[in-house]
C-alpha cells in the first residue's frame, strides 16, 4: 500500500419508497417550487455491511421525515442531507455541478467553522442530491455528492493500519459496546479517550477537540494528559479510510491547527455492525512553511464530491420505476399474487409463463365469452381477441359479465365493448376485438355477399393462425363448423363449450397432422389426442341452419343462469391443464370419475395438474358430471382428411359449397355412403349412445 493517504470514494442508493414518496409531496407539497432546499435524511444501515462492496448510503420514504425518531437507533448511522428538485429535464441537464456543490455546500464550511457541528456531528456527513422526476412514466434521474473541501494537506501513514483489536487487546470489547450504544446521529463521529491507565471511553466530538486544545496549552503536553482518538464511521471497505475522514480532518485542521501539522493524528475506522472489523490509522501531515495559510486556503478552494454513476463516469443516475410505481404495473403484480402462492407449495413446478403467454382467441363474446375470458384474466392471460358480429343488448347485461347499461344503450358491438371491459380491468394486457361475421353451412351465401364473405374467411384464417388457441363459443352448431374446420388445418388447440337448458358440454378437439398416416384404434381406454374427435365427429349429417323455422325460444340459448359460469371455469381449466401435460394436447383423455384407478406414475395420463379429459358433460337436473370420449370420425365433414384437404386446395371456393350446396360435406366426407350402409340402424345405435345432445348444446344468446 502506498504511504500517501488516499480517501475511498462513497456510493448511495434509493429505495424505491423513497422515489414514491417524494413523487406524493411533489404532487401535494412541492409542485413548481424549484428554488427551496429540501431536507433530507440518509442512514447507513450497520446490519448490511459487505466483505467486498462498500456500504451504501441508503434513502427512503422515511428520508422526507422532520426528525429521526423512525431510524433504529442501534442498527444505522443517520446523515443529514440537502435535495434540489428541477422541474424539467432541461434544467437539470443545465445544472453547473460544480457550482451547486459550491453553494450547497457552504453550509457544511459554516458549521465547521463556528463549531456547530461539533455538537451535531451528523452535519459532517452532509450529502447532496439534486433530481428531475418524470412522473408519467416513473423514471428519476438523480446525482449525488458528499461535499468536502478539494484541498488538503498532504498526510503520510506512520506504520500500517492496525485492526482495533490488536490495537487496543485489553478494551476492544468496551469499544464495541460503547460504539453500539451511540444515538445513529453520535455514530458518524465521536472521540475515544485513553487514559494513562489504558482505561477507554467513548466521548462525543466536541469533548475530543477540547482535550486536544487543553492538552496543547499545558506545558506538561500529552504525556501526562489521556490519548485522543478520533473516530468516524466508515461505510467503506478498502484498506484505504472511507471518504467521511475528509471532513473530520477539515474539523481538526481548523479548530486544532497545531495538534494536526505537528503530531500524529490517531483514526479509528468504525467498520462492521458492532465495530468488530475496525481499524486504526495514525496519520502525519506533511511540513509546511506556513501551516496557519495553509489552513486557510482549505476553506477558500472548491467542494468536491459527486458520485460516479453504475457506468463508472462523473454523471447522474437513470432509474425506471415504473414496474413499482406505475398503477398498471402494480395491479400486474398483485393479480398475480394467487397464482405465485401456488407455487410455494401446491404446486412448485407449475409453468405460469406458459399460460400468461398463451394468445386465446375468443369466438363468441356472449355469456360463454365473458366468462371464459374473465376466467383466462385469473390465470394471468396477457393476450385476448373476441370475435363476435352482434351488439350489445339490454337483455344481456345481467348475464354477459363484461357489459353494462351505458354499452347496451350504445349499442356497442359486443367485441368492442368486451375489449373495453378487460382494459379497464387489466389496463397492460393485450386485449383485441373484431367484428367478424363467420360463414356458415346453410346460410346460403348470395353474389352481394361474396366479398364480405371473402374478408371474413381471410380474417378468420389470419386469426386462427396468429393465436395459440381457439375457443368455440358461438351462439349455433353450425358457426362452430369452419372455425372447426380451420384449427383442424393449422393443428390448434381448440376447446369447445356449449350450453342447453340444465346441461353444459366442454370438449378439447383431437389434433390433425395429415402428414401421418391414420387409422383410428375404437379398443383404446385412454386415446391420445390424434384418436380424439372434434365437436363434430358425432354428428351422421352435415350441420345447415339451425335458426330456419324456429321459435324465439328455440333460437336462442334458454339456459340457467349458473350454468355458463361452470361451463367456461371448466373450458379454461382444461386449456391450462393441457399446458401443464408433458404431452400438452396430445396427452390421453381421462374416461370416468374413478381417481383410485388412476396410477400417479402414469405420466402419460397424469400431468402437473391431473389428468386432462377429452369431453366433460355436466347436468344441473341431477349434478351430475361425467368424462367422456368421442373418437375421431374418418367421415367427420369437419376434421376427416378430405375436408382439411379440400380447404386446403380450394379455399374459398370450398366454403362457398358447403354454405351453398345441400349435402355437400356430407357427399366430400364419406358421411353420405355411410349412410347408404345395410347395417346403418345398429351404427347409428351406438353412435346414439355416446352422441352430443344435438339440439341442446347450442352456446349463447344472439
Known amino acids: 500500500m502506498s504511504n500517501f493517504v488516499k480517501f475511498t470514494p462513497l456510493r448511495s442508493t434509493t429505495d424505491c419508497t423513497f422515489w414514491a414518496k417524494f413523487a406524493e409531496l411533489k404532487i401535494d407539497k412541492f409542485k413548481l417550487d424549484e428554488k427551496s432546499v429540501i431536507n433530507l435524511w440518509g442512514m447507513y444501515n450497520l446490519e448490511s455491511l459487505q466483505e467486498e462492496n462498500n456500504n451504501p448510503l441508503v434513502m427512503d420514504c422515511t428520508s422526507f421525515n422532520e426528525d429521526t425518531e423512525t431510524f433504529n437507533h442501534n442498527s444505522s448511522v443517520v446523515c443529514s442531507g440537502h435535495m434540489i428538485n428541477t422541474n424539467t429535464f432541461e434544467s437539470f441537464r443545465k445544472i453547473d455541478p460544480e457550482k451547486l456543490i459550491d453553494t450547497v455546500g457552504k453550509d457544511l464550511i459554516i458549521s465547521i467553522q463556528d463549531g456547530s457541528v461539533l455538537q451535531k456531528p451528523w452535519k459532517l456527513s452532509l450529502f447532496l442530491i439534486v433530481a428531475y422526476s418524470d412522473l408519467k412514466k416513473y423514471r428519476f434521474h438523480y446525482w449525488v455528492a458528499h461535499p468536502t473541501p478539494s484541498k488538503l494537506p498532504e498526510m503520510y501513514y506512520q ?3 492496525k485492526l482495533v483489536d490488536e490495537e487496543f487487546p485489553n478494551t476492544f470489547d468496551n469499544l464495541c459496546k460503547g460504539f453500539s450504544q451511540l444515538d445513529s446521529r453520535s455514530k458518524n463521529y465521536f472521540s475515544v479517550l485513553i487514559s494513562k491507565e489504558g482505561d477507554m471511553s467513548i466521548v462525543d466530538l466536541a469533548t475530543g477537540v477540547n482535550t486536544i486544545m487543553t492538552n496543547a496549552a499545558d506545558s506538561k503536553g500529552l504525556q501526562d494528559n489521556s490519548e485522543v482518538y478520533f473516530a468516524f464511521y466508515d461505510p467503506c471497505t478498502s484498506i484505504q479510510p472511507g471518504w467521511p475522514l475528509r471532513n473530520l480532518l477539515c474539523l481538526l485542521f481548523w479548530h486544532c491547527p497545531t495538534y494536526c501539522f505537528t503530531k500524529i493524528i490517531k483514526i479509528i475506522s468504525i467498520r462492521g455492525n458492532k465495530a468488530h472489523k475496525s481499524i486504526v490509522f495514525k496519520l502525519k501531515t506533511k511540513e509546511y512553511d506556513d501551516s496557519k495559510a495553509f489552513r486557510e486556503t482549505i476553506f477558500d478552494c472548491p467542494l468536491v464530491g459527486w458520485e460516479r454513476n453504475a457506468a463508472g463516469k462523473m454523471g447522474p443516475t437513470i432509474i425506471d420505476l415504473s414496474h413499482y410505481m406505475d398503477p398498471a404495473k402494480l395491479l400486474d403484480r398483485a393479480i398475480n399474487l394467487n397464482l405465485k402462492l401456488m407455487k410455494w407449495r401446491l404446486v412448485p413446478d407449475l409453468d405460469l409463463e406458459k399460460v400468461s403467454n398463451l394468445r386465446c382467441l375468443l369466438l363468441g363474446a356472449g355469456t360463454l365469452g365473458c366468462a371464459v375470458a374473465r376466467v383466462l384474466l385469473g390465470w394471468g392471460v396477457n393476450n385476448i381477441t373476441f370475435v363476435d358480429s352482434s351488439n350489445v343488448s339490454h337483455s344481456n347485461t345481467v348475464r354477459q359479465s363484461l357489459y353494462n347499461h351505458e354499452d347496451a344503450v350504445k349499442h356497442k358491438y359486443k367485441a368492442h365493448a368486451a375489449r373495453d371491459a378487460l382494459l379497464s380491468i387489466r ?15 346453410g346460410h346460403v351465401v348470395g353474389q352481394s355477399m361474396m366479398a364480405s364473405t371473402k374478408k371474413s374467411l381471410e380474417q378468420l384464417e389470419d386469426l386462427v393462425e396468429k393465436n395459440d388457441v381457439v375457443f368455440l363459443l358461438l351462439d349455433s352448431r353450425e358457426a362452430r363448423w369452419l372455425p372447426t374446420v380451420l384449427c383442424a388445418a393449422m393443428n390448434k388447440i381448440a376447446i369447445n363449450a356449449a350450453l342447453g337448458f340444465d346441461s353444459y358440454t366442454v370438449q378439447r378437439h383431437g389434433t390433425r397432422d395429415l402428414s ?11 386415446p391420445c389426442g390424434v384418436d380424439l374427435g372434434c365437436y363434430f365427429c358425432n354428428d351422421v349429417t352435415q350441420p345447415g341452419n339451425s335458426q330456419t323455422d324456429r321459435t324465439l325460444d328455440q333460437q336462442c340459448t334458454v339456459s340457467r343462469p349458473g350454468l355458463s359460469q361452470m361451463a367456461a371455469g371448466l373450458a379454461v381449466e382444461l386449456l391450462v391443464a393441457i399446458t401443464q401435460h408433458p404431452q400438452g394436447i396430445e396427452a390421453r383423455a381421462l374416461v370416468g370419475n374413478n381417481r383410485d384407478s388412476i396410477s400417479q406414475n402414469d405420466t402419460e395420463l397424469v400431468g402437473l395438474l391431473g389428468c386432462v379429459p377429452h ?16 373418437h375421431r370420425f374418418t367421415a367427420c365433414t369437419a376434421c376427416s382428411v378430405p375436408v382439411i384437404t379440400e380447404y386446403k386446395n380450394r379455399g374459398l371456393s ?11 360435406l356430407e357427399n366430400l366426407s364419406g358421411l353420405e355412403q355411410i349412410l347408404k350402409r345395410s347395417d346403418i340402424e345398429d351404427l347409428c345405435y351406438a353412435l346414439d349412445n355416446i352422441s352430443d345432445d344435438e339440439e341442446d348444446q347450442k352456446s349463447d344468446m344472439p
Do not use: E
Request: proline share 12%; hydrophobic share 40%.
Open 159 to 161: 506504520g500500517n493500519p
Open 427 to 441: 389496463p397492460t394486457m393485450n386485449a383485441n376485438g373484431v367484428v367478424l361475421h363467420i360463414p356458415m353451412p
Open 516 to 526: 401421418v398416416p391414420f387409422s383410428p384404434d375404437l379398443d383404446i381406454k385412454n
Open 615 to 630: 369431453t366433460i358433460r355436466g347436468s344441473l337436473w341431477n349434478y351430475d358430471m361425467q368424462l367422456t370420449i368421442t
Open 654 to 664: 370450398f366454403v362457398l359449397d358447403a354454405c351453398n350446396v345441400p349435402n355437400y
